[in-house]
């Protein structure tokens, strides 16, 4: 299982994956599972990916080909005229993987089925936030809650829905984020460390900064820490239900 | 879709559930989900139900029609010696109606499954707490986190794992139950008000009391709204994460 999240927030972009991919409880691996194309001051893109690893591996593959052919470079995600476009080469390619992959008919359900976040920008256009499905279609952000989760997305969504506000500074989202995948790894062994965060300036056009939150980071075992003392905290501090009065 | 949990205190058992059941966002009806039996000094049973409504009710109804025949009391759940009895009458109840029920060899996925919460008191028993499978067979709950969650059991659980205890009082752990209510039923509009609580005094051997959280009440409300607001305040408390710097 993976967890991934993207965020649209005003400034930019912020993306976070963990990277344990398992195959069962004794055969885990540590995969990266957000991926980054860009033409500096052209454009930028971001891939974060949940679902089958082959699956997921043959589709970041083959859009990374297609950006090496000259040919058709509008049919390749660095060539593509608009976000749009690049949310389509990239769906109709997953769907494609996952049809190919199946013996049967192909549906969502498929063994070898995934979902992807995408996110980018290209010159002349705003950043845009996809989540793409793999059956081949795609959807965009609301501007009520731009944000999208893929894979275990649950147990780290109530805080995301209310504590997310677009208008916050990339540290601010950072520290969601966090809380967000303690929650999850907390309850679901299959997500795990290290995490993947991927930060893009909204206008910038240059390469996403890129992050690492490894497993003895300092500041990640002290959010997973305080943040469960603050729960309990705030939870003393509702008023009391009067039971007994009843 | 349901959400109940029952947790075993040291002061006895609470469970909460709600009541909104659907076939579909536009046939949903309102039905309680957790039943009681008992005999006043002698025994105190408490089922809460998850899955499909026809199958639980035939095994509700079920299990109070055999509490009627007087031939074979030891195989009704009022007059089995143990709760360890009980819980193997109400699994293979259950097992026997999903049976039935499907027309293929039954599995787990069957679109008549369910899943049951058992809790109660049989004098010279302790209290004691079963999940039961649709498969027909029941696990106890561990001393570490004596608890039981089904039905749409993940946006709830974070708070559940941070702040549980099992020396609470009736009053915090209604309180708890009502923040982790209340994060489901934001995520998910399947489980909905009013919710139905009851809550069992240990040794007592007196029927649970029972209390329901209806659509205004005041308490609810008030718990939704300052939630929100202290894991936001929780949020922005935390010591911010310093990404300029690196």
Same mark, same amino acid.
């Given at each position: 299982m993976s967890y991934c999240v993207a965020l649209k927030l005003k400034r930019g972009l912020v993306f976070m994956s963990d990277t344990l991919t398992n195959g069962g409880l004794d055969n885990i691996s540590c995969y990266p599972k957000t991926f980054c194309w860009g033409l500096a001051g052209e454009r930028q893109i971001l891939l974060a990916t949940a679902g089958n690893l082959a699956t997921t591996q043959a589709v970041v593959s083959t859009l990374s080909e297609q950006t090496k052919k000259l040919k058709e470079p509008r049919d390749s995600i660095l060539g593509a005229p608009t976000m749009f476009q690049v949310a389509r080469i990239i769906s109709q390619t997953l769907a494609e993987i996952i049809v190919n992959s199946t013996p049967s008919q192909q549906t969502a359900k498929s063994a070898f089925s995934a979902t992807m976040i995408?996110?980018?920008?290209?010159?002349?256009? %705003?950043?845009?936030?996809?989540?793409?499905?793999?059956?081949?279609? /795609?959807? %965009?952000? !609301?501007?009520?809650? $731009?944000?999208?989760?893929?894979?275990?997305?649950?147990?780290?969504? $109530?805080?995301?829905?209310? @504590? /997310?506000?677009?208008? &916050? %500074?990339?540290?601010?989202?950072?520290?969601?984020? &966090?809380? !967000?995948?303690?929650?999850? &790894?907390? @309850?679901?062994?299959?997500?795990?460390?290290?995490?993947?965060?991927?930060?893009?300036?909204?206008?910038?056009?240059?390469?996403?900064?890129?992050?690492?939150?490894?497993?003895?980071? @300092?500041?990640?075992? &002290?959010? !997973?820490? @305080?943040?469960?003392?603050?729960?309990?905290? !705030?939870?003393?501090?509702? $008023?009391?239900?009067?039971?007994?009065?009843?």
């Open positions: 995408l996110g980018g920008q290209i010159k002349g256009g %705003e950043t845009q936030l996809y989540l793409i499905y793999p059956e081949g279609n /795609f959807i %965009e952000v !609301s501007d009520d809650k $731009p944000f999208f989760q893929i894979g275990e997305t649950k147990y780290g969504r $109530p805080i995301l829905v209310r @504590a /997310f506000d677009p208008e &916050m %500074e990339f540290n601010d989202a950072i520290k969601l984020l &966090m809380v !967000s995948f303690d929650s999850t &790894m907390k @309850a679901n062994l299959s997500v795990g460390l290290p995490l993947d965060i991927r930060v893009y300036n909204d206008g910038s056009l240059t390469s996403a900064r890129e992050l690492r939150v490894e497993k003895d980071d @300092a500041y990640y075992q &002290m959010i !997973s820490r @305080a943040w469960g003392d603050a729960l309990k905290a !705030s939870l003393v501090q509702l $008023p009391d239900y009067d039971y007994n009065q009843d």
